[in-house]
């Protein structure tokens, strides 16, 4: 009876322990992946086509994300990054405000405040809807100089992409680059100076307008290696930071039905997973999410072959569907985003997971 009631004292410690480990499951580190465009036929071509060896399908969690928009059932990059990164729904064309304007504070705003760093690395301009809705406010996407001085308020210690235009090349005659060095920021035009900065805010404008598709010439090392130097830059807070990482040529490939080009530009979204997901094993304390805004091009898989790796498919429009897109989630909080949940759910679970305050 005593080794009974020894044993059912040790079996029930064991439970308590483990079911507070559970709830201590709190990442230090954000790192949000969004392929525009990238809904789960996408993502199923990518893997076939790279013979089942991509990083981030293989994520222990994984859910779905209801995309629709305030004003449409189909959502644009405008409404759905701001579903990500305020956890609100808006019109389409709107960056990070609501539908009647105002402004809404942004996880990467909330996240500054709390004293974490915080990063956006894309492969279109920086200026872009997808980037833009994490640090700028405006009711129209396409006001991409009043968007780049958004980048003056320091939100994003590190940010890379293209948009060089939209900082030194204005309308206005305004060379913005200017007003960022006085803050701080090394400002590099190259992925050889981007990868030699030491500093700890860096603005790297990579392409006067958006990067080039990889089979137009984009370094297929360029977004890992964007990814990898703002990892190396965030990660010296040690109160953590959130990073967005996005490959927006998934979206503009799909646009344009070229399946050859969506699925090279899924498998570059994935390589930038893969570092991102060595840094998150090694630090034991960052979650990685993966999703994207919608989907894009209404793709349907009507034919492969696993052995030969090759895929294809039909295209259902020229635009963006409303089907529901995939979420992989990695690390502590993972949990979060199993089952299938509204876009906004990403950022109040977020705002949980990093214990901010909204
Ligand atoms: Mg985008
Ligand atoms: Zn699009």
Redesign the pocket.
């Known amino acids: 009876m005593k080794n009974k009631l020894k044993f059912l004292a040790i079996v029930l410690t064991m439970f308590v322990l483990t079911a507070a480990g559970e709830k201590e499951q709190k990442p230090l580190n954000l790192i949000i992946f969004i392929g ?2 990238m809904g789960t036929d996408q993502v199923y071509a990518g893997m076939t086509a790279s013979g089942f060896t991509m990083t981030f399908p293989a994520f222990p969690v994984t859910g779905f994300s209801i995309t629709y928009s305030a004003n449409s059932y189909i959502t ?2 405008a409404a759905g990054g701001t579903a990500i990164s305020t956890g609100e729904k808006t019109n389409n064309g709107m960056i990070a405000v609501r539908p009647d304007s105002t402004e809404i504070p942004t996880i990467l705003e909330i996240a500054r405040k709390a004293g974490l760093s915080a990063g956006l690395v894309s492969t279109s301009t920086i200026t872009h809807a997808t980037p833009a809705s994490f640090v700028a406010h405006d009711a129209s996407r396409g006001s991409y100089e009043d968007i780049a001085e958004w980048f003056l308020k320091g939100t994003a210690d590190v940010f890379i992409g293209g948009g060089k235009n939209h900082f030194s090349a204005r309308s206005d005659s305004a060379d913005l680059t200017v007003e960022l060095k006085k803050m701080g920021y090394d400002v590099v035009y190259s992925l050889p100076d981007l990868k030699n900065s030491t500093s700890n805010r860096i603005a790297g404008l990579m392409a006067e307008e958006g990067l080039p598709y990889i089979d137009q010439g984009r370094d297929t090392s360029f977004l890992a290696a964007a990814t990898a130097k703002a990892l190396d830059v965030l990660s010296r807070n040690k109160k953590g930071f959130i990073l967005m990482v996005e490959g927006s040529q998934i ?2 490939a ?2 344009d039905n070229n399946m050859k080009r969506t699925v090279e530009e899924v498998l570059d979204l994935d390589r930038a997973v893969k570092v991102a997901y060595d840094y998150a094993r090694k630090s034991g304390n960052t979650l990685i999410v993966v999703t994207a805004d ?1 989907e ?1 091009g209404g793709l349907s898989l009507t034919g492969g072959n696993v052995k030969e790796m090759t895929v294809s498919g039909t295209f259902g429009t020229k ?2 569907s409303a089907v529901m897109v995939p979420v992989f989630a990695f690390g502590p909080g993972a949990s979060a985003f199993s089952g299938v949940q509204d876009n906004t759910e990403l950022f109040h679970d977020f705002v949980k997971l990093l214990s901010l305050k909204k």
């Open positions: 525009d465009g644009d990059s979206d503009w799909a646009h919608h894009t635009g963006h």
